[in-house]
């Protein structure tokens, strides 16, 4: 994440703030210049530089959402790619709902930054939609289908959270995790199209028509291989090609978001690689390893518990360059 500082004041902000709590002036989120902006105090509007007035989303009071919009519905465009949400009277989900929107913000302001492109469903039939549904009223499956990707509100919940963690011996569950990777899956689909692109892709993450359903059962029966960490990040990423892939993709994001946010806070110097790989290696496994001793130096878990290893290391650069080539 970029670093914020208040047009006013010059106070640094929070990439959730309202408000800046120096100065009080109201703030929104413009996402065509990846800013936060001071409104007017009295209409609570932006004006852009080319005289365009922007408000902030109608969702500020429901998620907390600062983005601005012009849409006569009143969402922001992160908001509109919401296709289900808990109605407002369900207090638990709505609860709930806030978490996984703010995740979903961060989401798509890290795909701005990195130059990958989102489309909404509603305007065009490759875009994506995302349901938020409550696993509390009813059972729910985190996935991907078709540009539909569903997200489970009860995941906000820490304990809930964290007991799933525990059960399938995860080493790391969040929600901005789950978007990550089911994004991971939504891009597969179209990145991954030419015959080129796809026999490289089966050279690294195997032949993806494998059942996947049996795959499924053949994970949850028999577990990840003993030496999956030679090959894979995940012990997820073993039980079939497309979760290699999405698993990929999802710590292609961790990297470049928590090295960005290194680079902005200036914990690292200003970043030049000459690939994914060299950014890796030179840069993220030194300040990964760190934050782990950091972390153990609190008495907490590491913050990166995964090996990177060379075939890892081949699979992340490959969807970096899927991630940089034109849509």
């Known amino acids: 994440m970029k670093a914020f500082w208040c047009g006013v004041c010059g106070n640094r902000l929070f990439f959730e703030n309202s408000v800046c709590v120096s100065c009080e002036t109201p703030l929104g989120y413009s996402r065509a210049e990846r800013q936060i902006v001071p409104l007017d105090a009295e209409t609570g509007t932006y004006t852009d530089a080319a005289d365009i007035v922007w408000t902030v989303c109608a969702n500020l009071g429901l998620?907390?959402?600062?983005?601005?919009?012009?849409d006569e519905s009143g969402l922001c465009f992160s908001c509109?790619?919401?296709?289900?949400?808990?109605?407002?009277a369900d207090l638990e989900g709505i609860v709930n709902y806030a978490p996984a929107e703010r995740a979903k913000r961060h989401l798509i302001a890290e795909l701005d930054a990195v130059g990958i492109p989102i489309l909404d469903k509603r305007v065009d039939e490759r875009g994506v939609a995302f349901d938020l549904l409550s696993s509390v009223a009813e059972p729910v499956t985190i996935g991907h289908a078709d540009g539909i990707v569903t997200i489970d509100l009860a995941e906000a919940e820490d304990a809930h959270r964290e007991r799933i963690r525990a059960m399938l011996d995860e080493p790391y569950r969040t929600m901005l995790g789950h978007f990550r990777h089911e994004i991971g899956h939504y891009y597969e689909s179209f990145l991954v199209a030419d015959d080129a692109t796809r026999a490289r892709y089966r050279a690294l993450f195997g032949d993806e028509t494998e059942d996947y359903h049996a795959a499924i059962d053949r994970h949850y029966a028999e577990g990840a291989p003993a030496d999956w960490q030679a090959n894979y990040i995940s012990q997820y990423a073993t039980m079939h090609p497309f979760e290699d892939f999405a698993e990929t993709w999802a710590h292609y994001l961790h990297i470049s978001d928590a090295i960005q946010t290194a680079d902005e806070f200036g914990i690292l110097r200003t970043v030049d690689a000459a690939s994914f790989r060299e950014l890796v290696v030179d840069f993220w496994i030194p300040l990964s390893t760190a934050l782990n001793m950091m972390n153990r130096s609190m008495g907490s878990d590491d913050l990166y518990p995964f090996v990177i290893s060379d075939p890892v290391l081949d699979k992340l650069d490959f969807v970096a360059g899927l991630a940089a080539a034109p849509a």
């Open 80 to 88: 509109g790619l919401t296709r289900t949400r808990p109605n407002d």
């Open 63 to 70: 998620s907390g959402c600062t983005w601005l919009t012009t």
